[in-house]
């Protein structure tokens, strides 16, 4: 396992769509890992692999101490409402607030491409809903409160 480097606001590569994954191989597998390592290295709640560069559609997150890896995920539903700062290990020191659904369900592919579905509700929605947004380019700061003030401060290279 390595750690990667993580892509930093405005990088472009951070606003790519990243592609489905169609291969579950060796290459899938260490890419997870690297992530995994890379997020705990970091104390990140979740990674998405445009972050480290790679544009395909592969997240890992921790969320109290629950370690999770999705493979081409995507929410099938979303209920409720909550506001809560977020932050990101591609933004650095800003954390602001997002209006995101308080539970979600995702369905999602292991590493081994084995179709499963799972519900959850408050920070694991949040995670959810951060980490799948990076793999369509979208960025926290794309939708929270000070967001744009940050983006014209922050967004030129
Ligand atoms: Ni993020």
């Known amino acids: 396992m390595a750690k990667r480097k ?11 769509v990243s592609k489905k994954v169609t291969e579950f191989d060796d290459e899938l597998f260490e890419l997870l890992d690297d992530m995994r390592e890379t997020m705990y290295a970091n104390e990140g709640m979740g990674l998405a692999a445009p972050q480290v560069g790679v544009p395909i559609r592969v997240v890992v997150m921790d969320v109290n101490g629950n370690f999770f890896e999705f493979v081409n995920p995507e929410i099938i539903h979303q209920e409720g409402e909550q506001i809560d700062d977020e932050g990101c290990l591609s933004v650095g020191q800003f954390n602001d607030k997002v209006k995101r659904p308080y539970i979600v ?51 030129k290279k």
């Open 6 to 16: 993580i892509l930093r606001f405005p990088d472009e590569r951070l606003r790519r």
């Open 105 to 155: 369900t995702v369905k999602a592919q292991d590493r081994l491409g084995n179709h499963y579905q799972i519900t959850g509700e408050k920070y694991f929605a949040r995670c959810v809903c951060h980490e799948l947004d990076h793999l369509d380019g979208i960025l926290f700061i794309d939708k929270s409160e000070h967001g744009k003030e940050y983006i014209e401060k922050h967004g």
